[in-house]
């Protein structure tokens, strides 16, 4: 058996400050198939910074009330304990431990959700924290230089970003995690071993990742369903498909989201526009084989 993560804080409750819960459609609205995806059709990305977090939680808890598919992309500063190594040649386990001294001891940067719902609708919010402090905060030099170079500006999480418990605690009561949903939601990524840990760790308030890699999985199932995709695993069973989210869709004639298009956000909406081109185009719809396979765990 694995060890289930405890509950975020007691602090920290969603009906304390949203009172007015969402409503669940019947489940045959989750049931019917979706119109085909139209990637020529940009996607409007939703920064959340403080001053606007109650009211787009508000927006995305009434629009995850109809999710269908979940993508989650995570900007984090580099890696510290996993630097250098050459992961190919490590065991599941040894990449799960790097993994883990790496999401236990860094902070998150960003977070990018992006919701499609019963109605083939897409919609991305990107919540910009304000844990991270470049000074006193383990980080990749590197990294950091990286995600400045696409336009993240420290400074501006620090002053003006969403605490990462806070966004865990709601996170919680959306309607998106947790295995009892009831309804057919599939999360979505893409080389999505990290970003998942991250969630993990978003959402139970800080708590260390389970302490080997059935633990891990299990607390994936656990918390986001069985039904979690990585793009990166699934592109590389297609013959000619490039390498990286960027070029993955730009191959498939992903349209660049509206707002934000260097950052979490986007990376959310062409993961989640990637996962639904190539599960209904390459696959016919099967993707089953690739449940619960994460590039750089597994793979």
Request: proline share 8%; hydrophobic share 45%; glycine share 10%.
């Amino acid at each position: 058996m694995f060890a289930v993560y405890p509950p975020p804080p007691p602090r920290f409750k969603f009906n304390r400050m949203f009172p007015v819960q969402a409503q669940l459609p019947p489940f045959a609205y989750h049931a019917a198939p979706l119109p085909p995806v139209q990637p020529q059709l940009a996607v409007q990305v939703r920064p959340v910074w403080a001053g606007s977090f109650n009211e787009e939680w508000a927006y995305l808890q009434s629009f995850a009330a109809c999710a269908r598919y979940v993508a989650i992309d995570v900007h984090y500063p580099g890696l510290v304990h996993a630097a250098g190594q050459d992961l190919s040649s490590l065991t599941v386990e040894h990449r799960y431990a790097l993994m883990k001294a790496d999401v236990d001891g860094l902070k998150p940067l960003q977070v990018g959700i992006a919701v499609c719902d019963h109605l083939g609708q897409q919609v991305a919010w990107e919540f910009n924290l304000r844990d991270f402090c470049r000074p006193a905060d383990p980080h990749n030099d590197k990294a950091l230089d990286y995600h400045a170079a696409r336009g993240l500006d420290l400074d501006t999480l620090r002053n003006h970003g969403v605490d990462a418990y806070m966004l865990g605690a709601l996170l919680m009561g959306s309607g998106l995690i947790g295995a009892g949903h009831g309804r057919p939601l599939s999360w979505i990524t893409h080389a999505g071993a990290y970003h998942v840990a991250y969630l993990l760790k978003i959402v139970t308030g800080g708590a260390p990742l389970p302490h080997d890699v059935a633990g891990f999985l299990g607390a994936v199932q656990y918390y986001l369903g069985q039904h979690v995709y990585d793009v990166a695993t699934m592109a590389a069973d297609c013959e000619g498909m490039p390498v990286g989210l960027d070029c993955i869709a730009a191959s498939l004639r992903i349209h660049p989201p509206w707002g934000s298009p260097r950052l979490a956000g986007a990376a959310g909406v062409r993961a989640l526009l990637a996962f639904r081109i190539l599960k209904d185009g390459q696959f016919g719809g099967n993707v089953e084989r690739f449940r619960g396979l994460f590039q750089g765990l597994q793979h």
